[in-house]
Structure formats: structure tokens, C-alpha cells
């Protein structure tokens, strides 16, 4: 059975000012997203991520796809139709839910969707199912990134997405940060918001302390160290330790706010400050540009150890 016939034509949503689009669209908001417990998920690669998601455990709420986006895609329409129905979570005490998921006209996406061009389509998830916390301390992985009161949503859609693509076991944000599931913050993470554990509002003594117990170091990205990333990274590929830090070693890196970057106190609680070189006439690196940096850094010298 097709997509089409599942999400069944005659049911489209054409009603831009309908309840149910103004419901959806107050997800933009962050009060409504704390109240509800739910988030949107905008465009075609971050559904597509967050269906497979949901078929490896309850997720999605609604899904929201416009003809065309279905006729242009046809295999994101055969994994909606495969999650129409499903399980959605469901709160302790609450009644069972199904995903809800209906074709919708154009007017009516645009007047959900929080960016400016809509892309076709649109899911609703649950936060819990989403922000699923620091892994346990028998789990903790080989390489970690933690945001500190980072502010904006882009950078730390980068940064997760890094933190992804490094291969990384956990992103997380501290109290302060920018909500992690704020609109332009999940567009920007492509869908790798649903590929790692993903965990915000952490107190960042407890948050180290955890990862110390497991055996990590914590280092911090701080453009005025002493220690140089390159430096670190030459010592790693000669299989010997740098001088103060280790990339080679299970590491928590953390990375500051874009104007303040990280305070006195906060790099105090890491094991060593560490700078990215700039070679060139750059003033400094964004946030979400030098993670990468670092992570990959970690990442490559910890393959090449393991080899």
C-alpha cells in the first residue's frame, strides 16, 4: 500500500488557522515546548532521522507531509507511513497514543513550520524521548562534548552534529545554555540530534565528576592556552603523551560561550586548557567550528591508538 493511500488524500489538512496548525506551530515557542513536551522537527534529513529513530523505540507524536514533498521522496513517504499508527510515548499514567500523521496542503506547513522556507515536511516529537541523558558510567564513552552556557541555536546545532560526525558518545549543554530543542538548533544539527545521547540542563562540577570516575580527562577549548591542539596532535600520532594532555586518552572537552567563552572557574575544573592554533589572519574561531576541530583531534588519535 502507498504512502498516499495510508496518509489518504481526502483527509489533507487545507485549514491554515485550524487548532491543530496553531497547536503545532506554538512549538516555536519555548514556554510551549516546556509545557507540552514536545519539539518540531523541520525538513526532509531531520525527519527522515528522527522516523528511524522512532522505529528503534517511541519518538514521533505527528508527522505533517505535503504531496509534492511525498511524489519528490518516495521513500521518506513509505518510512511516514510505516510510523502512521505506531506507538507514540506515552507520560506514566497517560492513555496510549498513535502517531498522527496527515498529508497537509502547503499553506498549512508553512503556517506550522518555524523557518521561513518549509521543506515539505514536518514531525512532532517528544523531549524526553529525545534528550535522553549522559550515558552510565559502565557506558561512558571514549569522547565527549559539553557545552558551557553556549547561547546560540546554530552553534550548538553544529556542535551536536560534530560531536556526531567525530563519533562521539554524548553531546550535552549546562544550565544556561540555549534549549537544545529549540527549532533552528535541531534544523542545524541535519538530523544527528537522533544519532547520540544527547543531554541539556547538566550542572557541570556533577557532569565531570562522572566523567572522571569513568576514567576521562576533561580538557578545555580556551584560545589564550598554552598548550597548542597541534602540538598535542604530533605528540598522539608519535604514540607518546603531550605535554599535559593526552589525546590518546578517554576526554570531555568543553566549550564556552561565543563572547565570554568559558569563565576562570570554569576552566579551573578542567585537567588542562587547550588552544586551537589560528595560521592565519582570523581573530578567533566560532564555537561550533573550533569543536570540530578538537573532536576530531581526539578522534583521530584515539582510531589510530586502537589500530
Keep these: 500500500m502507498s504512502a498516499f493511500q495510508i496518509l489518504d488524500r481526502e483527509r489533507t489538512l487545507i485549514n491554515p488557522t485550524a487548532d491543530r496548525v496553531r497547536d503545532v506551530a506554538a512549538l516555536a515557542r519555548a514556554r510551549q515546548r516546556a509545557r507540552r513536551g514536545l519539539f518540531l522537527v523541520e525538513g526532509p534529513q531531520a525527519v527522515r532521522e528522527a522516523l528511524a529513530a522512532h522505529a528503534r523505540g517511541p519518538l514521533l507524536d505527528a508527522v505533517y507531509v505535503t504531496p509534492a514533498c511525498l511524489e519528490q521522496d518516495p521513500s521518506l513517504g513509505e518510512a511516514i507511513a510505516a510510523a502512521a499508527g505506531s506507538p507514540a510515548p506515552t507520560a506514566p499514567g497517560g492513555a496510549s497514543r498513535r502517531v498522527f500523521a496527515r498529508l497537509a496542503a502547503p499553506e498549512v506547513l508553512a503556517a506550522m513550520a518555524e523557518s521561513q522556507t518549509p521543506q515539505g515536511v514536518l514531525a512532532v516529537a517528544h523531549s524526553a524521548a529525545a534528550l535522553t541523558g549522559l550515558p552510565g558510567a559502565r557506558d561512558w564513552p571514549g569522547l565527549g562534548a559539553v557545552m558551557v552556557r553556549v547561547q546560540d541555536p546554530g552553534n550548538a546545532g553544529t556542535l551536536i552534529r560534530a ?85 590518546r586518552r578517554p576526554t570531555v572537552w568543553l566549550f564556552g560561550n561565543e563572547a565570554q567563552g568559558l569563565s576562570e572557574e570554569e576552566k579551573g575544573l578542567a585537567d588542562a586548557r587547550v588552544a586551537v592554533p589560528l595560521h592565519g589572519r582570523a581573530e578567533s574561531l566560532n564555537v561550533g567550528m573550533a569543536a570540530t576541530v578538537c573532536l576530531y583531534a581526539s578522534a583521530r588519535a584515539q582510531r589510530r591508538r586502537t589500530r
Design 163 to 247: 560531536a556526531d560526525a567525530a563519533g562521539a558518545g554524548f553531546a550535552a549543554a549546562t544550565a544556561g545554555s540555549v534549549d537544545l530543542l529549540n527549532p533552528k538548533t535541531v534544523r542545524s544539527t541535519a538530523g544527528s540530534l537522533f544519532h547520540l545521547p544527547v543531554a541539556a540542563h547538566q550542572r557541570l562540577p556533577e557532569l565531570l565528576e562522572a566523567a572522571r570516575s569513568a576514567g576521562a580527562q576533561i580538557l578545555a577549548a580556551d584560545g589564550r592556552a598554552a598548550l597548542d591542539l597541534d602540538e598535542l596532535a604530533d605528540a598522539a600520532a608519535a604514540q607518546r603523551p603531550g605535554d599535559g594532555a593526552d589525546l
